[in-house]
């Protein structure tokens, strides 16, 4: 039990012996002494003035005097208003530290077979195009999200829809036929995502040149320039034989359905490699062409219990008006579905697959609205969890020079991002000199976690919800709030371990009560017993920005402290146990830490 709760506990006993009245735990609310005032917990004391018909500063100091007789965690108690500040006993600490330190996961939950399962979907990329940066935020904050919630007790299965069908994934295939020779990415050297991404904006290229010329013939005709530009986009040939390519998709015709089949492949191949690059995976992939049917039979069952209703046109639409919304399409005039069709099949499909007690959606926040609606049909088609699932809504990500345009070209490549932000790391940590007396193997396997590390906890320290500015520049520095700042002290702290185990020295299982400790030690202490609560937060609040400031505060406190005080150098041997007792606990719970946020961290730097 950790000191806050066993001082909770003595506090409702004392309301309970002092004024005969029970009280829930809730109310004992702990929380660090403002740095101002004597103390290392604060207890706020207003909850129980009604009850003890007492000044608030007269309730303080009968509960402070009822803790000093009566909990051995309590050395001391001053009051200041309505607020009781308590000094924690120094063996109170130690016992802590020593809990804390038998514990190689401490602050974590581990599932059990009655955990809640929570299903967590991320990255949906389309087979027309590679991974971009905004796909990288999607897949970070994805797979953290994924190790909070495991790391809060729950079973987790991490998920991917790939959007595989579609107009989109047909100008491709089409600019591939007309354009590409048979190349393949054998011939080209290219991964399979980057060359069917290449044919996609060849395929705008080639579009807008036939509209422009298209256009240019109207308004010769006499069509005003902005009626001639609208109906140029539809007359375009190959705009008509992107959708005959469509309909002949959904007609299953076999030379089509084999040419889709090849090119997903080379993409798959290529997706799998910036998964691998990124450290991010998971245990179930769905495809849109799959789910799309299950939808539309969803669709029509619910139509048959009356949830939808179908217009003249034969459209089905979902009437949510009494809800404060309007009306939503989900199955056109001509039976084909929309993405919300889709995205119930897949919902359909998954529930069969595994017993989902909570569906979790990590998707941009444009798409807001659509979750919204989402979960209100879901929950009338009979899923448990559709009422209550969550849609993580983060912002985009932006670029010094503007937003993204996949159709131009102009996409942040996720493959091209991970070689520099590596090559920067090596870059850097050469003109640093942290590379003397290494291998070149080691170089480039710490390069490589540096700068992932840097690019992955500069992403993630942000708020989810809020748009980023991305600026690798800014991420790979040795100081300040970034990875390699985390991921640098971790590993001083491992060669601090390292000199100290060379130097024979034999760090004991458990520390004596009669160790000594100064107040800088105190504070490391209780910062990592801090973890478990951020843990327990970030899971809340659906937050590896939690995390991650979590992290650098921890790292702050210890360098402030290994600033001020030697380890090795200690005066005494009982300082020395100590000192290094605390900095292999900064080091797990770094590691633990950076770890929910899909981050290593290096033995060496």
């Known amino acids: 039990m950790i000191i806050e709760e066993k001082i909770q506990a003595k506090v409702i006993e004392a309301i309970r012996q002092l004024y005969a009245q029970e009280v829930p735990e809730k109310t004992a609310q702990l929380q660090k002494t403002r740095p101002e005032f004597e103390g290392n917990l604060t207890l706020v004391v207003f909850p129980f003035v009604k009850i003890a018909r007492k000044k608030p500063e007269e309730v303080a100091q009968q509960i402070g005097e009822y803790l000093l007789e009566n909990c051995k965690e309590i050395a001391a108690f001053n009051v200041v208003k309505g607020f009781l500040n308590l000094v924690i006993a120094r063996e109170a600490w130690i016992s802590l530290l020593n809990d804390i330190d038998a514990d190689p996961h401490y602050g974590e939950k581990k599932a059990t077979e009655d955990s809640r399962l929570v299903m967590i979907e991320y990255s949906s990329p389309n087979t027309n195009k590679p991974l971009h940066l905004g796909h990288v935020r999607n897949n970070l904050l994805g797979w953290s999200l994924a190790k909070i919630m495991e790391a809060n007790g729950n079973k987790v299965v991490k998920t991917n829809i790939v959007n595989d069908r579609g107009i989109h994934i047909c100008k491709s295939m089409l600019a591939w036929l007309k354009y590409g020779n048979g190349e393949t990415p054998e011939t080209s050297g290219k991964k399979g995502d980057h060359l069917i991404g290449d044919y996609y904006v060849a395929f705008d290229k080639h579009y807008k040149e036939e509209c422009d010329q298209l256009a240019k013939q109207y308004i010769v005709e006499g069509m005003d320039a902005e009626a001639a530009k609208e109906k140029a986009k539809q007359e375009a040939p190959l705009i008509k034989e992107a959708h005959d390519m469509l309909v002949k998709w959904e007609n299953n015709d076999p030379e089509v359905r084999a040419l889709w089949a090849k090119m997903n492949e080379w993409v798959y191949a290529g997706f799998d490699e910036t998964y691998k690059a990124l450290g991010v995976s ?68 998954r529930f069969q697959d595994y017993p989902i007690d909570q569906m979790i959606y990590v998707v941009g926040n444009e798409q807001n609205y659509h979750f919204q609606v989402l979960s209100i049909l879901l929950d009338k088609l009979g899923f448990k969890w559709g009422k209550d699932l969550v849609h993580f809504s983060y912002g985009m990500v932006e670029l010094p020079n503007g937003k993204m345009k996949s159709r131009e070209g102009t996409v942040v490549d996720a493959d091209e991002l991970i070689a520099s932000m590596i090559a920067d790391a090596r870059q850097t940590s050469d003109e640093l000199g942290k590379f003397n007396d290494m291998t070149e193997e080691e170089r480039r396997e710490i390069s490589r976690i540096v700068g992932l590390g840097a690019l992955k906890y500069f992403i993630l320290k942000v708020d989810a919800r809020k748009n980023m500015l991305f600026n690798p520049e800014e991420s790979i520095d040795f100081n300040g709030n970034t990875g390699p700042f985390i991921q640098y002290t971790y590993a001083r702290i491992r060669s601090i371990l390292r000199k100290a185990e060379a130097q024979g020295i034999a760090i004991p299982a458990s520390l004596p009560a009669t160790m000594p400790l100064v107040e800088k030690e105190i504070t490391l202490i209780q910062k990592i017993s801090e973890y478990g609560a951020a843990v327990a937060q970030a899971g809340k609040d659906y937050s590896p920005s939690g995390i991650a400031n979590y992290c650098y505060e921890l790292t702050k406190e210890f360098n402030q402290f290994y600033h001020d005080y030697s380890i090795l150098g200690a005066d005494i041997d009982e300082e020395k146990l100590t000192r290094l007792v605390i900095a292999r606990n900064v080091a797990k719970t770094l590691s633990n830490g950076m770890a929910l946020l899909g981050i290593e961290v290096p033995e060496r730097m």
């Open 282 to 349: 998971f245990d179930k992939i769905y495809y849109e062409s799959n789910t799309y049917l299950e939808g539309r039979e969803k669709v029509e069952e619910g139509l048959a219990k009356g949830f939808f209703y179908r217009r003249p046109d034969n459209s089905v639409w979902a009437d949510l008006t009494n809800e404060g919304l309007d009306e939503k399409l989900l199955l056109r005039s001509d039976g084909t579905s929309v993405y919300m069709t889709q995205d119930i099949g897949t919902a359909k499909l």
